[in-house]
């Protein structure tokens, strides 16, 4: 029988690596709630319709959508991204605005596999709802800033543009589309099709032939209606305020098509360009009212987690990794103590784990080791007769020492802090 293994361009996590995938979520976790974020969990599928708001003319949409129809004949895809996911569990729940959550979970898109690009994969990000308030796009840069700073990670640009709204898109899309018509024949095979339905992704080609074009082309933040430009205008000078720096990118138009104003990118400068973007996002004022709910208008991001350990790695930074055991019971007097001894320090809130099988010391105690448990409890012969526990730190060279067995809870408590 042929060998079972995970799809291509999905990946397996073993618990030995989970490492640094718990301190992402958990830094994430800690920056956003520090802002008022609070964790939304919302289905991995959902009706296509869901998804097909977010523009039927981006390839997320219209070529690496998981979708099927499933046993109920329900037309359903896998989610390719969750800011969708998220405006319609706005809409159905109407939650009083302003409205802040943040996420963390796998999406799904069926493009080429290459490093730091799968099918699955995994974001944390925010979402922030019902304020048009330019501060508030400062406030979500700011905290995807910041929480890469917590991480280590500091080889990365933040770039920044505006697409304008209603108001000035339409004229300024006439305008690029005028110019990349009069300039036609010079662009790539794929971009010379797609004038017409989606012109500002042309200006996202990175062929040469397309970027000697758009080099010249004409840039939305030139045409900006009077609000837009003043929006703009206060979110540069905020993150200015704040000391983040950024970098001007007017062709920064981002994959998906419902952005106004805003649109951002935290690129990794230690990276590859093809996996750079560690993460991005942007305000959607016009999304909720596109998807049926009322006019609201919204700001957020999304970070990519695997490009974010790429980022770690190719700045040599080590997480700093997240305990996942206080103690580790060996005991070869029976096997009695470990589970009484266990289950209390278990209730107590302790995060603790044993051996089973009547092992061995020399096995038990290696066991203790690899767990990376700050320290063992040993409980042989002598310790059961005694009514005692012999405590060991397994993390600093110490003294072995010997406490009663009711005391145990407290003095481990009392060595972790
Ligand atoms: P996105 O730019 O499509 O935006 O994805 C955000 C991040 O997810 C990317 O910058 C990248 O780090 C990661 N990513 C995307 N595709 C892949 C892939 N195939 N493999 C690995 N990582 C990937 C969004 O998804 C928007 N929902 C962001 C947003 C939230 N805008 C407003 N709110």
Avoid at 72 to 92: D, K, M, W, Y
Wanted: hydrophobic fraction near 40%.
């Amino acid at each position: 029988m042929a060998e079972l293994r995970h799809p291509p361009g999905t990946f397996d996590v073993m618990p030995a690596e989970s490492g640094p995938w718990q301190s992402v979520v958990t830094t994430f976790a800690g920056v956003v709630a520090s802002a008022g974020y609070g964790l939304i969990l919302t289905p991995t599928f959902e009706d296509i319709g869901v998804f097909q708001r977010i523009g039927e003319s981006t390839d997320v949409v219209r070529k690496e959508m998981y979708d099927f129809l499933d046993k109920g004949q329900r037309h359903v895809a896998l989610r390719p991204e969750q800011t969708a996911s998220v405006v319609r569990a706005f809409i159905q729940h109407r939650p009083t605005t302003p409205w802040k959550a943040w996420y963390a979970g796998s999406q799904f898109r069926f493009e080429r596999p290459q490093a730091g690009r799968y099918r699955e994969f995994h974001q944390v990000g925010i979402e922030a709802f019902g304020s048009a308030d330019p501060d508030l796009d400062v406030e979500v840069v700011a905290l995807g800033w910041e929480f890469y700073r917590a991480m280590g990670i500091h080889r990365m640009e933040l770039l920044v543009n505006s697409l304008g709204d209603a108001a000035c898109r339409p004229s300024y899309r006439q305008l690029l589309v005028d110019y990349l018509n009069s300039r036609h024949d010079e662009l790539c095979d794929e971009h010379r099709d797609r004038i017409a339905d989606n012109p500002l992704r042309v200006l996202d080609c990175k062929r040469p032939e397309c970027r000697s074009v758009t080099a010249s082309a004409p840039r939305q933040v030139d045409h900006l209606c009077a609000d837009c430009a003043a929006h703009f205008a206060r979110v540069t000078e905020g993150l200015a305020a704040l000391s983040i720096p950024f970098t001007m990118q007017p062709t920064l138009v981002r994959g998906l098509d419902y952005y106004t104003r805003t649109t951002f990118e935290y690129a990794g400068t230690a990276l590859e360009s093809a996996q750079n973007a560690l993460g991005g996002g942007g305000r959607y004022d016009g999304l909720v009212a596109a998807m049926g709910g009322p006019d609201t208008p919204a700001v957020g991001f999304a970070l990519g987690v695997e490009r974010i350990l790429l980022a770690l790695t190719a700045e040599a930074v080590t997480p700093r990794p997240v305990a996942l055991l206080d103690a580790f019971v060996v005991d070869f007097s029976g096997g009695a103590a470990a589970r009484d001894l266990t289950a209390r320090l278990r209730a107590a809130g302790l995060r603790v784990d044993r051996s089973f099988d009547a092992r061995s010391p020399k096995a038990q105690f290696k066991a203790a080791d690899r767990s990376g448990a700050r320290l063992a409890l040993i409980v042989g012969p002598d310790e059961a007769a005694a009514g005692t526990v012999a405590l060991k730190d397994l993390q600093n060279v110490g003294e072995q020492v010997s406490v009663p067995s009711e005391l145990v809870v407290g003095e481990v408590t009392r060595r972790l802090i």
